[in-house]
């Protein structure tokens, strides 16, 4: 099994905090997505999604997509339980997990991608092409985050994390998602005190070091 | 058990496909998302992010997001299998639905509801706000449709389902997908003749006759 990824790329970090949390190794090979390495072969036929991370099994199988390795790595090793030990815990971890993604984390990743100079030409995730930066994506990505965290902060008044009293797999999207907050200039400690103590509090767990 | 849904809105198909195809029913509350019941108690508590549909267990838990409601059907009923029987096919299979549903799904979802005269004022699922329609966001939607379906025809070239051999959820996905591309304008049949033929095998199978 080897997990081909950038340690700079957001997605391959949320993979990385999970084996944190799980305490686990794999063998890795480095996608050098500066230098265009994903976009030539032998990662172009393993993933033309071109987006690390990948995990590819012993069998040739390939599993890309973030989550989709995290779910899977789960299956194998199932304690410390990051997506729940019961039907009932995994239905409510999901739904925070979507939420957090579908959101806040996904609308904030694409006004990253319209806003920041190192962006351009990338806007949509593993292409290279010359769809333009448009501001407007911006603005919205940093409104659908307001509607959120609006949603989010009396949740997070009457729980310790996003899916109850455990951390879960839900939160470690939650901190990338706050990151990409921050990268578009998103200041939201003041307005949501309760948030900003959760983000804190994920923040110092040793897995979040990367 | 309950299912919280109202007829027409998609998500709440998605589950409709999910339980025809597992020849599941359930008792269903109509939450009549058109004259805003879903901003009034007693919904309201139950998912402060106002959208259908809502699975609520007998212990009160809720399940919101259709495909975390799915998931757990699943795991109460796992045949005929959806999300895969084996952790390498579970593991595929989410990798499918995620790209469908982050690539393409959710693209087109914004494109649509900043297109649509119906969807002014809620642009953004589960709100009335004065969020405006931006025609660029329907741009970009379109467009990353393109990148998807470009990267999604030579492998339905080789594979009759998204996941490969076996119908699965992502292909539900995929159907409503497809609408959503037919109702901002996309005719994909012409230029992606595999994809066209994927819809319409899916488009014939019972569990789709809504």
Tied chains: 1, 2.
């Excluded at 304690?79 to 971890?93: D, M, Q, Y």
């Excluded at 407007?136 to 899916?163: C, K, S, W, Y």
Aim: charged fraction near 25%; glycine fraction near 6%; charge should be negative.
């Amino acid at each position: 099994m080897k997990l081909y990824d950038f340690p700079l790329a957001a997605n391959a970090q949320r993979v990385h905090v999970f084996m944190a949390e799980k305490g686990l190794d794999l063998e890795r090979v480095r996608v050098n997505i500066r230098q265009g390495e994903q976009f030539a072969e032998p990662f172009c036929s393993m993933n033309p999604f071109h987006c690390v991370p990948v995990l590819e099994l012993d069998d040739g199988t390939v599993i890309a997509e973030s989550m989709s390795i995290c779910r899977y790595l789960e299956e194998l090793h199932p304690s410390p339980s990051l997506f729940g030990r019961t039907p009932e815990k995994r239905a409510v971890i999901d739904m925070w997990a979507r939420r957090m993604e579908l959101d806040a984390f996904i609308p904030l990743l694409h006004a990253l991608r319209n806003h920041a100079p190192m962006f351009a030409g990338r806007v949509v995730p593993g292409t290279n092409s010359d769809l333009p930066q448009v501001p407007e994506i911006v603005t919205r990505g940093i409104d659908m985050m307001q509607v959120f965290l609006t949603r989010l902060e009396p949740h997070l008044e009457r729980n310790a994390f996003l899916a109850g009293e455990d951390f879960s797999v839900a939160d470690i999207t939650g901190f990338f998602t706050m990151r990409l907050a921050g990268a578009v200039g998103m200041d939201i400690s003041k307005a949501f005190p309760n948030t900003a103590r959760w983000h804190a509090d994920i923040s110092a767990r040793p897995s979040f070091k990367l």
